[in-house]
Structures are given as C-alpha cells and as structure tokens.
C-alpha cells in the first residue's frame, strides 16, 4: 500500500485475552463496490495489525438499501474479504442474502423476522436485533437472540440506558449505532458496550485514509476501556 499511518499504536506486547471493545463496520451504500471493498480491506487489515491482541473481536454489516440493490456475488466479495481477516460478517434482515453468501448470521429490526431467521438459518448463525428501546432489549432477551445493536430514536429511550440496562441483565453482546470519533465514544466504551459503531470515522475519516480512521477508534477502546468486568 502506498499510503502510511502515524500512529502511536505500537503492538510490542501481545495479550491472549479478546479486546473488551470492537468495531462495528457497517457498509455504507455505493456504486463503486470494487473501490469499498477494497477500502474495507485497508480497514481490515489495520484492525489486526495495529492490535495488541492476538484474538481480535470485530464486525462488519452489509445493510441492504432498497433503491440500489446489489448482486449477491458483490456481498459475497465483502463477506469473503471479512472472513480472510477474521472479523464477523451480518447482513441485516436479509435471511436469503445471509445464507446465500455465507454470512456469520443477520441483524434484524423486528422479532418477527429474527424468529424466521431462527428457523432458517443454521443453528450456528448469529441472530441479533436492532433496538431503540429498552422494551425491544428486554424482547431479544425473551427469545435468546444472540445481541443486540441499539440506535437513536426521538421515540426511543436514551442509549445509554439502554446499554446499563442490558450490561446487568446479561453478557450477551451490545453493539452502538451512532456517529462516534476517538472522543464522542467515551462514554459508551466505559459502561461496557462490546461493539462500537466506527463507521462514520473510517469512512469519512479527514485524511481519506480508512486505515487511519481504525486506529484511531482502537486507540480510544483502549483509552477509556472499563477495568471492572471482562466480556470474554
């Protein structure tokens, strides 16, 4: 690659333990699919080799737009490109799409279509739920989903007590919707989200450079990481 990264990020020593933060990438809608995935592929790239750990927990979701629909051998180049670098992949509400491409599992914006999913998908796969109140947690808890990701709503209940509320009723993951830079994610990191969403800041990071934008985020999850609790 022709492009360099300042970073203080150094991995001198390596930790067995998984991150108690990840990032959480969600595609955003393009018709240049072979320049993001190849930019995904920076991205990737960079979350593992600016990591201190040698287990790294992260997730990329493809979210389907209904204008500019995409062929499935295009999604199936995102998932190939997450699998090669280790990271999770889910495609949202789309249960055909997700078995088509081989996708880790789907995240859903209803119990109803995440209980079809239930029934379609592997026993393996990944079930979540997109939610804005903590009436649809408490939900996702009530039908064993896997997680749930959590969005603002003027209808919706202030994220972070939705994430407190979900953090003492269970270790299943909660992954962070929002516009989120190495500052503005503080305190989500430290009531414990397990994923954060670090798509604005790649994909629009100042210098155009992906790469940049993942060490930045991962060097704010370990900043302001909570030492009360591991999530492993």
């Known amino acids: 690659m022709s492009e360099e990264i300042t970073t203080d990020v150094t991995p001198l020593i390596i930790d067995t333990e998984v991150p108690e933060c990840g990032l959480y990438i969600i595609l955003p809608d393009t018709h240049d699919h072979d320049k993001q995935c190849f930019k995904l592929g920076q991205a990737l790239h960079a979350a593992n080799r600016f990591s201190n750990y040698a287990l790294n927990r992260h997730i990329v979701e493809f979210r389907p737009h209904p204008e500019n629909a995409v062929p499935d051998r295009v999604v199936k180049t995102y998932q190939e490109t997450s699998y090669k670098n280790g990271f999770i992949f889910l495609v949202m509400d789309d249960t055909r799409l997700a078995r088509e491409v081989d996708a880790d599992g789907v995240v859903c914006s209803s119990i109803q279509k995440a209980t079809e999913a239930r029934k379609i998908l592997s026993e393996e796969s990944i079930i979540g739920l997109r939610c804005c109140t903590k009436s649809a947690a408490k939900s996702a808890l009530d039908h064993s ?47 414990d989200a397990t994923f954060i969403d670090s798509s604005h800041h790649i994909w629009t990071h100042p210098s155009g450079n992906v790469m940049q934008g993942v060490v930045n985020m991962m060097d704010a999850f370990e900043r302001y990481r909570s030492n009360r609790k591991s999530l492993n």
């Open 145 to 191: 989903l896997d997680f749930i990701t959590i969005y603002s709503d003027k209808n919706g209940d202030s994220l972070l007590d939705i994430l407190n509320w979900w953090t003492t009723a269970t270790d299943n993951p909660i992954a962070v919707e929002g516009s989120f830079n190495q500052e503005n994610c503080q305190s989500f990191i430290k009531a």
